[in-house]
């Protein structure tokens, strides 16, 4: 029988490694996350352990998202199932090959501290396999009614069912498989032959089974577009369009439909609640990426800074802040923004479908937008027509539908009507290099902020591109200063390098969090704002 990798991880780790698991496709949904066992625990652990044998109780996993373990005699270890299978071995060489796929699961899912995340092994029970996994029931329902006949006698539905991980993301009213979703040789061999016209009535099983209307294969959303010619993916998906999203069942819309009002309802919307946010999109003409959550949930915990020299001792206003997000889409950031209490959040994009997820989302939410068009502002080309000079903005979120390379002239226009802009989001991969300049201009002349740098980085390289990406916001810095005439001198520092998530084997997605502050403001910190 098979044996498959598990990560031993504490109580306060569970949150965050699901979380990256999942995003991989690496969570074996077929085995429960349980308490990690003696055996377990023996195989590998993450350095010396005090262990405290978990009650039924104790193995609820709780609600708090860090990775480091707590001190003392309470750990309390947990074992993830990631369903990477593991080489047949003997007891001697068990650890050994534990270890090595451990590190190789959490190279992949960008995880670079390895200490405090032991390793183990598990195998599937048959019952394991099919009885807890709803998408594996359905498999097999399907199998059963078409009574499997003409198949090599080791192609019983038991061998396959249990051979590959059976994952899956409800997206209500959508169910989204993976990439992979019958593509092993197993199942190329079975649908072609007489068992491929029958697919519709597995479609069938599986909307049953999940309350869905509409399925779909999963892929990775690339980063360049085709063009018209020739369909060359030789232009940058500066739009983030899903081109390679796979419908399987249910109508998606027509590909490439421009995003008018007559065309909106004949998108199929689909939407999932992260931190008690709701998030509306269109999956055919926008993407969404569950492996950001982690970044989300940090930026909920950054609040206007409340210190003597904060916001208040430089505002225009009596208190409050307000906040740029370059590269909104369906408001991945934004949101997160909002609801720590920014107001408002001034946006950027390009994609239609994505403003309109945007719209949807913040009504869903309780939270007011406007939105202003390319076209819409006055020959300066720099105020609202609808906003008067002495009026503030009222919305929770302003959104411009253009290039974020006019947002310097927006923001600079609507400073008088709007909180300081302490923090500025520059959330585009591989790299968001290019709207730094725009970025710097954009946050308050005098309190200055936080802009969150977001780029694609080799795992070794990280803490060399620290040093780069500080210098080149020096460097903006004295030029805007000098341009500007600013009356205090701001200080640069990186004070938080946050890895996301992976992005592919050895690169990770990474957060810099670059602080522009007046000297007096140097010593503050992002993570206490």
């Known amino acids: 029988m098979a044996s498959y990798l598990s990560l031993i991880v504490p109580d306060k780790?569970?949150?965050?490694?699901?979380?990256?698991l999942e995003a991989h496709d690496l969570l074996d949904r077929s085995v429960k996350i349980s308490p990690a066992t003696p055996r377990a625990l023996s195989i590998h652990s993450p350095g010396p352990l005090r262990v405290k044998t978990p009650t039924h109780e104790a193995a609820r996993p709780p609600k708090q998202d860090t990775c480091h373990p707590r001190s003392g005699d309470d750990t309390v270890w947990f074992s993830i199932p990631t369903g990477f299978e593991l080489p047949a071995m003997s007891h001697r060489i068990e650890h050994d090959e534990a270890v090595r796929a451990r590190n190789a699961v959490?190279?992949?899912?960008?995880?670079?501290?390895?200490?405090?995340?032991?390793?183990?092994?598990y195998n599937r029970s048959r019952l394991g396999a099919t009885g807890s996994n709803p998408l594996v029931r359905a498999l097999r329902e399907w199998l059963?009614?078409?009574?499997?006949?003409?198949?090599?006698?080791?192609?019983?539905?038991?061998?396959?069912?249990?051979?590959?991980?059976?994952?899956?993301?409800?997206?209500?009213?959508?169910?989204?498989?993976?990439?992979?979703?019958?593509?092993?040789e197993s199942w190329r061999q079975l649908l072609a032959g007489p068992f491929q016209p029958h697919l519709p009535e597995l479609w069938c099983i599986i909307c049953k089974k999940f309350k869905v209307t509409h399925i779909a294969i999963n892929k990775p959303i690339p980063t360049k577009a085709s063009t018209a010619s020739e369909g060359d993916m030789s232009e940058p998906n500066i739009l983030r369009s899903p081109t390679d999203l796979t419908p399987l069942h249910g109508d998606f819309g027509k590909a490439n439909l421009p995003p008018t009002e007559e065309n909106m309802p004949c998108a199929v919307w689909v939407s999932t609640v992260q931190n008690d946010i709701t998030q509306v999109w269109a999956p055919m003409y926008t993407m969404f990426s569950r492996g950001n959550i982690g970044e989300k949930t940090r930026l909920l915990n950054i609040l206007p800074p409340t210190s003597a020299y904060g916001v208040e001792a430089f505002s225009r206003k009596s208190s409050g802040s307000s906040a740029v997000d370059l590269y909104a889409g369906i408001g991945y950031f934004a949101?997160?923004?909002?609801?720590?209490?920014?107001?408002?959040?001034?946006?950027?994009?390009?994609?239609g479908w994505s403003i309109e997820g945007l719209k949807r989302s913040a009504k869903r939410n309780g939270w007011t937008t406007k939105v202003v068009q390319e076209n819409w502002h006055r020959d300066d080309m720099l105020r609202h027509e609808d906003l008067d000079d002495t009026e503030?903005?009222?919305?929770?979120?302003?959104?411009?539908?253009?290039?974020?390379?006019?947002?310097?002239?927006?923001?600079?226009?609507?400073?008088?009507?709007?909180?300081?802009?302490?923090?500025?989001?520059?959330?585009?991969?591989?790299?968001?290099?290019?709207?730094?300049?725009?970025?710097?201009?954009?946050?308050?002349?005098?309190?200055?902020?936080?802009?969150?740098a977001h780029?694609?980085?080799?795992?070794?390289?990280?803490?060399?591109?620290?040093?780069?990406?500080?210098?080149?916001f020096r460097d903006l810095v004295g030029?805007?200063?000098?341009?500007?005439?600013?009356?205090?001198?701001?200080?640069?520092?990186?004070?938080?390098?946050?890895?996301?998530?992976?992005?592919?084997?050895?690169?990770?997605?990474?957060?810099?969090?670059?602080?522009?502050?007046?000297?007096?403001?140097?010593?503050?910190?992002v993570t206490t704002t």
């Open 13 to 20: 780790g569970i949150k965050r490694i699901k979380t990256a």
């Open 106 to 121: 959490l190279n992949r899912i960008g995880i670079a501290d390895h200490s405090y995340i032991g390793a183990s092994t």
């Open 144 to 184: 059963d009614l078409l009574e499997l006949k003409g198949v090599a006698a080791s192609a019983t539905p038991n061998f396959f069912l249990n051979d590959r991980r059976w994952t899956y993301t409800l997206y209500s009213p959508m169910i989204l498989l993976p990439s992979n979703f019958l593509s092993n």
């Open 335 to 351: 949101f997160s923004y909002v609801k720590a209490g920014l107001k408002p959040v001034l946006c950027w994009e390009l994609n």
């Open 392 to 452: 503030s903005v009222s919305e929770h979120l302003l959104i411009f539908n253009e290039s974020n390379s006019s947002a310097a002239k927006r923001v600079e226009t609507l400073r008088p009507q709007i909180a300081p802009v302490r923090h500025v989001n520059c959330g585009y991969l591989p790299s968001s290099s290019g709207s730094w300049d725009v970025a710097v201009q954009v946050l308050d002349p005098l309190a200055g902020g936080w802009i969150h």
């Open 455 to 472: 780029e694609n980085i080799a795992i070794h390289d990280v803490d060399r591109r620290k040093g780069e990406v500080v210098q080149i």
């Open 479 to 525: 030029q805007y200063q000098t341009a500007s005439s600013r009356a205090y001198r701001f200080h640069v520092e990186c004070q938080h390098i946050e890895r996301v998530k992976a992005y592919a084997p050895s690169v990770t997605h990474v957060v810099f969090d670059i602080a522009l502050l007046p000297d007096k403001l140097e010593r503050q910190s």
